[in-house]
């Protein structure tokens, strides 16, 4: 017999999604035939698939061993630097500023150095972390930015952070700013651009359009100028919704795609970037749910440090005293 107390991360999970995790070599169908015969109970009671668990619950386990062990196998995060630039942390989110050229996760071709590799490196070198004391939990990123775009990207450092995080984002309440540099003037100092955007998942790309598609969602982009240089503008945007790929191909649509872009702009020449100039620089949260167990980010703003592609452009309009850094805000 085997017992596994249910701490604050495990809590509010069904039993069911809770035992993939903390028991990733217990077959689903076992899982649920040893559910049904009462060979895994909670308390001491027969437990049902989708019961929520408490912390403070035990669940206990009347299996062989074999679909019990831990893997042995050392975590590839370790492998990796903790290599990320901070933007703000506390007890419960990590907010990081993703430089261009980074995966957030993994793909086909890279599978060692990416963000979250090296957020949870650096968790557990800071004892923040460690997954032998975790049973279902493991710190997520809540959002995704492109590889080839910087950026902040949100971080949960406990399962109630990730599921308020994410509801957060779904619901819309947090607000994410934009830099970028299009080429050429735009046609207005301030404009929102209105659209219909479709995916080609054969190319990878996507296609925004002044009329309606099959298939096809809005699209809402809000830019202002902030400063032109005789051949290209810099721009705030602000999403209003958020698609795919939606400023660079936005923008491109009306005839101003990103420096660097090479999708939605032109093949790349020599001698410029190789990322597209477009970073997510800021966010801004509304007001929170008050029995939230991250209320108090309610209307705090964050910003990135720095712009990677500002020494390129611009330079004059990110002096300090133009573009000052963000305030402190650490709690």
């Not at 907010?95 to 963000?115: I, S, W």
């Not at 004892?127 to 902040?152: H, K, V, Y």
Request: aromatic letters at 10%; proline letters at 6%; glycine letters at 6%.
């Amino acid at each position: 017999m085997k017992e596994l107390l249910i701490g604050e991360n495990d809590a509010g999970q069904r039993l069911d999604k809770f035992l993939r995790k903390a028991c990733p070599d217990l077959p689903a169908s076992l899982c649920y035939k040893y559910i049904r015969l009462k060979r895994i109970k909670v308390d001491g009671a027969r437990a049902h698939p989708e019961q929520k668990l408490l912390a403070g619950q035990r669940v206990r386990f009347y299996v062989s061993d074999e679909f019990l062990g831990g893997s042995e196998e050392k975590p590839l995060f370790l492998s990796v630097s903790p290599s990320i630039r901070v933007v703000y942390e506390d007890a419960a989110v990590l907010f990081m500023d993703k430089p261009a050229g980074l995966l957030c996760h993994e793909d086909a071709k890279e599978k060692r150095d990416t963000l979250i590799n090296r957020m949870l490196r650096y968790l557990y070198d800071q004892g923040g972390f460690d997954p032998q004391n975790e049973q279902s939990f493991t710190p997520a990123l809540c959002n995704r930015i492109d590889r080839n775009t910087q950026g902040l990207v949100m971080a949960a450092k406990t399962a109630a952070a990730q599921r308020e995080l994410c509801e957060a984002i779904r619901l819309r309440m947090v607000d994410k700013r934009y830099l970028c540099v299009a080429r050429g003037r735009m046609p207005r100092r301030r404009d929102t651009l209105a659209g219909y955007h479709s995916k080609d998942a054969g190319r990878s790309e996507v296609l925004i359009t002044p009329y309606p598609r099959a298939g096809a969602k809005t699209a809402v982009t809000e830019y202002r100028v902030l400063d032109f240089d005789g051949e290209r503008s810099l721009l705030e945007v602000l999403l209003h919704t958020g698609r795919t790929h939606q400023i660079r191909a936005h923008l491109a649509s009306i005839g101003h795609p990103l420096e660097g872009d090479t999708k939605y702009g032109s093949a790349h020449t020599p001698g410029r970037p190789r990322f597209q100039a477009l970073c997510s620089f800021a966010l801004r949260f509304h007001p929170l749910p008050e029995e939230w167990s991250i209320a108090y980010l309610s209307g705090r703003e964050f910003q990135a440090n720095s712009v990677d592609f500002a020494s390129r452009y611009f330079p004059d309009y990110f002096r300090p005293d133009v573009f000052p850094p963000p305030r402190a805000t650490n709690r």
